[in-house]
């Protein structure tokens, strides 16, 4: 396995349900994030972690939890959710908090919310 | 207002030609920018990347920055359908990559 790797890569559940995605990186980087991606609209900042630590929560709401056990593995849980949450989601990793911008992201999970 | 501004397109284009993408932002602090690609059904990947003003060249795209007119534009020569993705823009001021500001992306189709 190499690079940045997403599961499941498709999901639908119904607004009761509880799932998570799954994302690991190979790369041996220390920054992680999840990214929600709309149609016609800009990637959207969820979450980062650096060497574990939360740093960044873009005023997700709760029914969006994110966990990052260790620098490889980063998961989101999924709770209660609303049909307007159903987007593709990108997870990426970087070498630290990388100044130059550089990311590198899975092929994501795309999300149905019924 | 925006802070990043891109054409969503949809972009067509025969093969060969030069095509232009370009975005304009309103923050004169980002020096930070970069240009994303995204295939169908994959994530971004980063294409390009430039500090500051100026250009940047790499086989057959060129990246260039325009600070004083805070635009910035990628150009694809002899257009390829392998080209055929939706092209994103992101910048930042360098507080590092959880700062990237990102455009809503241009699909662009080249057709044989």
């Known amino acids: 396995e190499t690079g940045v790797t997403q599961t499941p890569r498709h999901l639908v559940m119904g607004m009761t349900n509880k799932k998570s995605l799954k994302c690991e990186q190979h790369?041996?980087?220390?920054?992680m994030y999840w990214y929600k991606q709309s149609a016609k609209k800009p990637l959207e900042l969820m979450f980062v972690y650096n060497f574990k630590e939360q740093t960044e929560n873009n005023s997700v709401p709760s029914r969006f939890s994110p966990e990052c056990p260790n620098s490889s593995h980063l998961f989101l849980h999924l709770h209660t959710l609303q049909p307007e949450d159903s987007a593709l989601y990108l997870c990426?990793?970087?070498?630290?908090?990388?100044?130059?911008?550089?990311?590198?992201f899975g092929e994501g999970s795309r999300l149905t919310v019924l | 207002q925006k802070e990043v501004e891109q054409d969503p397109g949809p972009l067509s284009v025969p093969e060969g030609a030069i095509v232009s993408l370009n975005c304009t932002y309103s923050n004169s602090a980002f020096q930070y920018f970069m240009w994303y690609r995204q295939y169908s059904r994959k994530g971004p990947e980063l294409l390009m990347y430039?500090?500051?003003?100026g250009n940047k060249e790499d086989g057959r795209f060129t990246a260039q920055v325009d600070k004083s007119s805070k635009y910035i534009s990628l150009f694809i020569r002899d257009s390829q359908p392998s080209d055929s993705a939706t092209y994103l823009c992101?910048?930042?001021?360098?507080?590092?990559?959880?700062?990237?500001?990102f455009g809503q992306g241009t699909r662009l189709t080249i057709n044989p």
């Open positions: 990426a990793s970087s070498q630290e908090l990388a100044r130059t911008g550089e990311l590198f």
């Open positions: 430039t500090y500051s003003s």
């Open positions: 992101a910048m930042s001021g360098g507080g590092g990559a959880q700062k990237l500001v």
């Open positions: 790369l041996g980087h220390n920054a």
